[in-house]
């Protein structure tokens, strides 16, 4: 073989190997759209020559200890985390979070305010929103209408009792309404506390003093367990979203209140079995509609112990960029991309056409607003959570004392009264008073 044709085999081989080879590892969370995220990453390790995209996928709970921990001791386990925007803010507050970087291809000012806003601090984004979601009553049209049951849009607690009552069948295996049970501060207590907004009460009056065992609390608890024990499935104090989610797709939930991104999975023929059934209202109101619906987002962001910020944030411009929306479209349909997040999305006539939740799932994400979540006056900000640090604690102590009761191993006044102590006892420990 002659020099230059040994110079020309060379340069070849060069054009075809990767500038460099690396791992960027991704926390996520075990739902249908990250799952999805997952399966499509093989297109970003392809316009990215030597990166090989490693998942780290875990239920919802687990997720969050796992990144907690790592985040805050920068054990420096994952460059690009799934986070909420109860973490965002906080995390951001501390450094432990990279900014966010813009250009013009990511579009910023596309995203939903609301997203943006609760994923920013001082107008600074720390972590781009994958999906975006509020909660909202999702029902079967066809055992209301057997029921003759007509929901307005903003239905009432009561006017949901009632209609369980209609709807349960367990000849048939039909329970009136599936709600989360399972304990955690991103689990049951994210609709618990929408439930007690409704019913006029706040985690913490205005000199931060807890209210857990306070009337409204009282009033919205007794409701939701005697409404589960009496119309809800068994086993529902070991429920969250997926599981829920799976009842609803088998036919089983006459109404199930909880987040909008799952009126894309119940409506989606290929997964439900009740999808031409499903119907859409807003998140019941009880004394007042404040809070009544809930304002989250999942999102990804950088963690700064990361030894490759440049190559995490470019995956999650890519993961949240509106080519990724029309990716999914091409690949699932307009009625399965990921929703909550951009402007252009619910401008766009082939996804409100495809997706018949959008209306109402665009006006409960509008109407949350978490400065004002609350009937009384709160000094936190946040709809089904407090943004402050202590909260993940007394959300999970609360959380466990409120499924037991669910569970039928002690009363709610028992559930409520160990919760207060346990608030308290966090409360007074941080300083607060």
Known sequence: MNVKACVAGLLAACAFTPAFATDLVIATVNNGHMIEMEKLGKNFEKENPGVTLKWVTLEESVL?????????????QFDVMTIGMYETPIWAAKGWLVPIKNDAAYDVD???????????????????????????????????????????????????RDAAAKMTDPAHGVYGICLRGKPGWGDNMAFLTTLVNAYGGQWFDMKW?????????KKAINFYVDLMKKYGPPGSSSNSFNE??????????????????????????????????VAFAQAPSAVTDKGANWLWAWALGVPASTKQPELAQKFIRWATSKDYIKLVAATNGWANVPTGTRKSTYANPEFTKAARFAAAELKAIQTADPEH???????????????????????????????AALAGSETVDQALNQGQQAADREMRKAGYY
């Open 110 to 160: 596309d995203l939903l305010p609301a997203m943006r806003n609760g994923l920013s601090l001082k107008g600074q984004l720390y972590a781009s929103p994958f999906y975006g979601e509020s909660s909202m009553l999702m029902y079967r049209k066809d055992l209301a209408d057997k029921a003759g049951i007509k929901f307005a849009e903003r239905p009432t607690w009561d006017q949901v």
């Open 64 to 76: 969050r200890q796992r990144v907690t921990n790592d985040i805050a001791t920068k054990g420096g």
């Open 244 to 277: 829920i989610l799976a009842l609803y797709n088998e036919g089983k939930c006459g109404m199930w209140i909880d987040a909008t991104i799952a009126a894309s999975f119940i409506s989606d023929p290929k997964q439900s079995k009740v999808a031409d059934k």
């Open 209 to 217: 003093k807890p209210q857990v065992n306070s009337e409204p609390w």
């Open 373 to 403: 979540s609350t009937l009384p006056p709160s000094p936190y900000v946040g709809v089904q959570f407090a943004a402050i640090p202590e909260f993940q604690a007394i959300g999970i102590a609360v959380g466990q004392q409120i499924s």
